[in-house]
C-alpha cells in the first residue's frame, strides 16, 4: 500500500537553528499538509498546500515556517530559527483531492527535539 | 468546526466487539465524519468515513444515526493491535483542515 515517508525520523538541534523536515507524499496526490504534535498534547493543524501555493494554515504557522516543494516529489517543512517549543513530532499527510470526503494517509512523523 | 464529543477512555476483552460512540449534535448537512486512530508512537491512521448512510471497510463499521448528531465506530473482533486512541472528526466541504480533539483511548485486554 502507498505511503507517506518522512525523514529524519528524530532530529536534535540547537535553538535557533534551522531545520528542515523531508516528506514524501503519495505518487499523484495533489493536496499536502503538515500537522504536529508536542508530547502529550493533541495532533494540531499547521498548514496545507495545493497547486504550489499554501491553501490554509494555522495561527501556529508564523513567519518562522515555510513550506516548498523542491520538485515532482518532496515536500519540505522550514523552520527557520527554532525555538523550545518548537520541540514536537510533525506529520506530513497527503491526499488525492481537497474533498471533504477525501482520505488524508500521515506519514510516521519526524520528532524534532530543540535543546 | 462543529464539535465532536467522545468518551475518554474504553476498555475492551481480546476478540470481542468494540462500539465506540461519538456525539457531534451539530453537525451541518454537508460535514464527512471522519474516524483516524493513532498508536503509540506513530502517525494517525484513516480508519472510515461516511456522510449519512453506514459504511464498512475491512478496518470497521461505521453506523451514523438517522438524525446525524450521533455515530459509533465499531471494530468486530478487538485486537491487541487496536489499542489506539481513536478520533471522531467533523470535515466541513469548504475546508482541508482535520480538527483532532482529546480523542478515545481504547485498551483492549488479552
Known sequence: ???????????????GQEVI????PISNHLYFYWY??????KVEFLV???N????????????????????????????????LED????????SAQGLAGNTIYFGEGSWLTVV | DAKTTQPNSMESNEEEPVHLPCNHSTISGTDYIHWYRQLPSQGPEYVIHGLTSNVN??????????DRKSSTLILHRATLRDAAVY???LRETSGSRLTFGEGTQLTVNP
Open chain 1, 48 to 50: 496545507s498546500f495545493y
Open chain 1, 52 to 83: 504550489n501555493e499554501i491553501s490554509e494554515k494555522s495561527e501556529i504557522f508564523d513567519d518562522q515556517f515555510s513550506v516548498e516543494r523542491p520538485d515532482g516529489s518532496n515536500f519540505t517543512l522550514k523552520i527557520r530559527s527554532t525555538k
Open chain 1, 21 to 24: 523536515l523531508r516528506c514524501v
Open chain 2, 57 to 66: 471497510n475491512r478496518m470497521a463499521s461505521l453506523a451514523i444515526a438517522e
Open chain 1, 87 to 94: 520541540s514536537a513530532m510533525y506529520f506530513c499527510a497527503s
Open chain 2, 87 to 89: 478520533y471522531c472528526i
Open chain 1, 1 to 15: 500500500e502507498p505511503e507517506v515517508t518522512q525523514t529524519p525520523s528524530h532530529q536534535v538541534t540547537q535553538m
Open chain 1, 36 to 41: 504536529r504534535q508536542i508530547l502529550g498534547q
